[in-house]
């Protein structure tokens, strides 16, 4: 009894193992990794905007399309529009507030691409506030990186989303269609097999 005992507490870790060894770990690469943001304003044209510090990790298995352990860190002081004025009032109580909020994130625990392709269901935090926001997502490839000396394997990553700023609080201009509620996302980035 022991011995069928012992044997099914090996075998049961030996399949943990190997469950856990199929999880690739990635990392975001921080130079090719780009979040942008458009925002109607006043129905004349739309702003482009960008956040230049972003850090993160995510799981994936191949074999099984699951992805999961998704953390993106957003630096919201790195906001930019290209107009210093804008991008100060961004950042204050009205929009961002930097100073209260330095950092908004993004999580998702396990995604079952197989059964949403191509969508990656979240949480994004901002101004404190969580909502569920839902990625459209396409793995555009994963392979060995053509350039440098070592040749890790990268996967690339293009996806877009959209959510109203005013859920999280954010209202300034939205009654008068000065600024839009509609926050539509730009994502395109390469992470590195770990």
């Given amino acids: 009894m022991k011995t069928n005992k012992a044997l099914i507490i090996i075998v049961s870790m030996f399949f943990t193992q190997l469950v856990v060894a199929s999880d690739d770990n990635y990392v975001i690469d921080e130079s ?15 702003t482009l905007g960008m956040f230049k510090k972003v850090s993160g990790s995510f799981s994936y298995d191949k ?9 993106i860190i957003i630096d919201t002081s790195s906001v930019f529009t290209n107009h210093e004025k804008r991008d100060a009032h961004l950042k204050s109580p009205d929009f961002l507030d930097v100073k209260s909020f330095p950092i908004m994130t993004f999580k998702a625990a396990n995604n079952d691409l197989n059964k949403n392709p191509n969508k990656v269901s979240g949480e994004l935090t901002l101004l404190g506030i969580s909502k569920k926001i839902i990625l459209n997502a396409v793995i555009n490839k994963i392979e060995k990186y053509p350039f440098g000396f070592t040749k890790p394997i990268v996967m690339g990553v293009s996806a877009t989303a959209s959510f109203n700023r005013s859920d999280f609080g954010m209202n300034y201009a939205v009654k008068k269609d000065l600024v839009g509620d509609q926050i539509d996302l730009i994502i395109e980035f390469e992470a590195i097999k770990q």
Avoid: P, Q, R, T
């Fill in 32 to 46: 090719h990794f780009s979040l942008g943001f458009l925002v109607e304003h006043a129905g004349y044209a739309k």
């Fill in 63 to 71: 074999d099984k399309n699951i992805l999961s352990n998704v953390e």
